[in-house]
């Protein structure tokens, strides 16, 4: 990795090695080319020989990373299309969205909330490779477990609370406790009408299949040997519920099986997302 101070979020760089693999051993086309995300995260030259880089062990983890970043940038560019103008990437890691879209327009902002040496290594990284980003990015480095201050910082970042906003939380919920998200979905509910929140949540495990189960307990195993072990897990209903609850004027879930039939279907290699992670999509 380069530099020695800051180092991105072990998780962070994990994800966009899988979206590099997905590029290298799934068929073609790809669900996401995510092309600029395994320049900017430097692995070395033996990544693929880590053991959670294993084209067969890692497929749905590989899945599950390019789909939800697939559904993320679709709802993003729709709303772009539509006249709003703010993109809100709550935990962004090193989500290439920017890098990808360097060409949008000098009014339509993309705000990077992160926690402060994922964002600053991540800002360090694209100044090093020179990597062209949109002119209304904006980074804005947070302790999520504190409402006031990811929601104080995006607001000293220059987003406007009266115009609409797509927010994305992708990867997050599991890390956070019950109460962070329930003051998360609280504030973003407050949001300018027309504002859509697309966030990810794991389910119980008596809500999965044996090989959905298997993965989450290897997965949650390692997260918490990590020191961010998984804390939250929601029931497609109580996720519903708690968004309605918050204050969203609309709220439903876009599960596997839907992912699935858009953005999955007719692959010649049988590439599919499971049910061990799945999106709320609420609206203001």
């Not at 693929?48 to 084209?55: E, G, I, T, Y």
């Not at 929601?151 to 990867?171: E, H, I, K, M, Q």
């Not at 599991?174 to 859509?196: D, H, K, Q, V, W």
């Not at 879930?253 to 007719?266: H, M, P, Q």
Request: charged share 25%; net charge negative; with cysteine.
């Amino acid at each position: 990795m380069t530099g020695t101070d800051v180092v991105p979020d072990h998780t962070a760089v994990r994800v966009a090695l899988w979206r590099a693999r997905h590029l290298e051993v799934d068929a073609w086309p790809p669900v996401l080319d995510d092309s600029p995300g395994l320049l900017l995260a430097d692995p070395g030259p033996d990544w693929r020989d880590r053991p959670d880089m294993d084209p067969d062990a890692t497929r749905g983890a590989r899945a599950g990373t390019v789909g939800r970043a697939r559904v993320v940038d679709d709802l993003v560019t729709e709303a772009f299309d539509a006249g709003v103008a703010q993109y809100v990437l709550l935990g962004a890691g090193l989500d290439t969205y920017a890098l990808r879209h360097p060409d949008l327009a000098p009014h339509q902002h993309v705000f990077e909330v992160d926690r402060p040496g994922t964002s600053q290594w991540k800002q360090r990284r694209i100044a090093e490779l020179g990597l062209p980003t949109p002119p209304g990015l904006r980074y804005v480095p947070t302790d999520f477990e504190s409402e006031r201050s990811w929601w104080d910082g995006l607001r000293a970042a220059g987003f406007d609370t009266g115009r609409p906003a797509v927010v994305s939380s992708t990867g997050v919920s599991m890390y956070l406790t019950r109460e962070a998200n329930t003051a998360t979905l609280a504030c973003l509910a407050r949001l300018a009408p027309g504002s859509t929140l697309a966030m990810t949540f794991q389910p119980p495990s008596e809500l999965l299949g044996a090989r959905e189960r298997h993965f989450r307990d290897v997965s949650a195993a390692g997260a918490a040997a990590a020191g961010t072990p998984f804390l939250s897990y929601f029931a497609p209903d109580d996720v519903v519920a708690l968004a309605r609850a918050a204050g969203f004027r609309e709220a439903r879930v876009l599960d596997a099986d839907e992912i699935n039939a858009r953005w999955f279907a007719g692959r010649s290699d049988g590439l599919r997302v499971t049910r061990a992670e799945e999106f709320l999509l609420a609206t203001t």
